[in-house]
């Protein structure tokens, strides 16, 4: 299965081609929001990271299907 998957901010990739903030990545069909982030190598720092798929904000063991949009969103935090 296929899911589209778009990178914020720090989370971008910088490549010889230039910044790459949109990927389609391929995955088992039944993967979870974790699988997708070991696929990437993307360890959120203590937790800090918004997982949104098709809109609704959802866990890392949310199972995916074809066809979903995933946003990756680095938490903020300040003081």
Known sequence: MRVHVR???TLR???PQGVIDR???DLEPGATVAALL?????QPRGGSL????NGKLVQADH???DG???RLVPGISGG
């Open 68 to 70: 979903d949009e995933v």
């Open 13 to 15: 990739r910088v490549t």
């Open 63 to 65: 199972m995916l299907s």
């Open 23 to 25: 990927l389609e990545v």
């Open 50 to 53: 918004l997982l949104v798929v």
């Open 7 to 9: 990178l914020h901010t």
């Open 38 to 42: 070991e696929r990437l190598e993307i």
